[in-house]
């Protein structure tokens, strides 16, 4: 890659979704300029500009050509970047599809139905969705038992995609036992990926890149106010 | 060369059946074709998609790929000395290839689904001025994809060109049902044009269902509610 390589990404802290690339740029070690998103705020003429369709972070900006969409961004990482570090996406095709389909099951069934339960005013809803989240939680370590083979990660011996897929909810999974006492980490029902999780946390590519726990309580905290705030003023 | 066994999973009305099918023509793959009946779910598709339980299901050499864009993708990588590549081969295209991908699935598709469950003419109306809007990103996607050639992918069909033109069976649909034009000619000439080059290419137009067979699937599908 040429000496003039200019990287930047623009994130919001709190973000799973910001965390991916993060994760990723640090695994082949690219250096670049992050930006930090107003959350609350409006949004950055840069943001608006780099992605005018959905206005949303993350987006990593190459050489001046912005690149969309975490899993997207760290895939393009993962291509342009191949000769340094080791690969991201697994080798063999099939493993590659396994990858892309768990984690396409994290981002379009797993979250979405965590998110749902946790903002849903109905306790019908909640007690149906945290079933459906832990019923998640069952098929990823059933998963991950099949794909790591005794390894610590995903990956094999090193993060790889599911694992930098999952990993960047790991933070908000333990941030929700601390301030709901919402044990989803469950060591009864789900020994593997608990511990894999752990494992995640201290590794090098992830320890200071990911949110400390307690900033998260505070944040998800703040929501919870926020969101109440809104309610009654209706 | 060797292509292993490949059995397919699917569905002749299926959209994302057909990306799969289109993307095995395009690699010249021959393979077994497992109709579903429309209704039930066979034994072989519980157990190899016991997640989604859903249609296409690629199974090569026994092992299952799931997901439309997940499975041409994997035939791409597979069989990447068959045939042409899929795929844009910088990562720079490759990544707008699988974002325009993306949005044709989450944001574009949801909008012309929902002109076929849409409940009296006002949510009809906004239906299809969502999908209008959609449509005329797309249009500029392709100005900016294509380059002056004939498909996104340029010389030939690729990732996207397969995302977006295998939904062109059910537009056609979807805008007789409506009684709309939603693929305008006036405006977005490019993807007008383009959608006949997709329908006409030879590995396309074997599978493009025909109109009215796929009219009537889709009342089934779609039953209108009672007056």
Redesign the interface.
């Given at each position: 890659m040429g000496d003039t390589e200019e990287v930047k990404l623009l994130g919001v802290w709190f973000s799973p979704y910001a965390i991916r690339p993060k994760i990723a740029l640090r695994i082949k070690s690219v250096d670049y300029d992050y930006f930090e998103e107003d959350l609350f705020g409006s949004k950055s003429e840069l943001l608006l500009k780099s992605n005018p369709v959905h206005k949303k972070v993350p987006v990593l900006i190459h050489n001046n050509k912005p690149i969309l969409e975490s899993l997207n961004i760290v895939e393009y990482i993962d291509e342009t970047w191949n000769a340094s570090g080791p690969s991201i996406l697994p080798s063999h095709p099939h493993d590659r599809a396994q990858a892309r389909f768990w984690s396409a099951f994290v981002d379009d069934k797993w979250f979405p139905a965590l998110k749902a339960a946790a903002i849903t005013k109905s306790e019908e809803a909640k007690e149906k969705g945290m079933k459906e989240v832990e019923g998640g939680l069952l098929q990823l370590e059933e998963a991950f038992v099949s794909i790591s083979k005794g390894k610590p990660f995903f990956g094999g011996e090193a993060i790889g995609f599911m694992d930098i897929c999952l990993g960047s909810f790991v933070g908000i999974l333990k941030a929700r036992e601390k301030l709901k006492g919402e044990k989803l980490l469950d060591e009864s029902k789900i020994p593997f990926l608990c511990k894999w999780a752990n494992e995640f946390l201290s590794d090098d590519t992830v320890k200071n890149v990911v949110p400390e726990i307690d900033k998260v309580v505070e944040f998800l905290g703040e929501l919870e106010v926020r969101a109440q705030s809104a309610v009654s003023k209706t | 060369m060797v292509t292993g066994d490949v059995k397919l999973i699917g569905s002749w009305a299926s959209v994302f059946v057909m990306r799969a099918r289109i993307a095995l023509n395009l690699k010249s793959i021959s393979y077994e074709f497992l109709q579903e009946t429309y209704g039930t779910k066979s034994e072989l598709l519980l157990k190899s998609n016991p997640?989604h339980k859903k249609i296409p299901v690629l199974i090569?050499d026994d092992?299952p790929?799931?997901?439309s864009n997940?499975?041409v993708?994997?035939i791409d990588?597979?069989w990447s000395s068959y045939g042409l590549s899929i795929l844009p081969s910088q990562?720079?295209d490759?990544?707008i290839a699988?974002?325009w991908a993306?949005?044709v699935d989450d944001k574009w598709f949801i909008a012309l689904r929902s002109i076929l469950t849409a409940r009296g003419e006002e949510e009809k109306k906004a239906a299809i001025a969502e999908v209008e809007e959609r449509t005329d990103?797309l249009e500029k996607a392709f100005i900016e994809c294509s380059n002056g050639k004939p498909f996104f992918n340029g010389d030939h069909i690729g990732y996207l060109d397969i995302a977006l033109g295998s939904f062109l069976g059910w537009w056609k649909v979807v805008e007789l049902d409506a009684n709309h034009i939603l693929l305008d000619e006036t405006k977005t000439p490019s993807l007008f044009q383009w959608a006949e080059r997709f329908c006409n290419d030879p590995d396309v137009k074997p599978l493009m269902p025909e109109t009215t067979k796929l009219a009537e699937f889709a009342r089934k599908l779609f039953p209108k509610p009672q007056a």
């Open positions: - | 997640v090569h092992k790929v799931c997901e997940i499975i993708q994997y990588e597979a990562p720079y490759r990544a699988r974002f993306a949005y990103h």
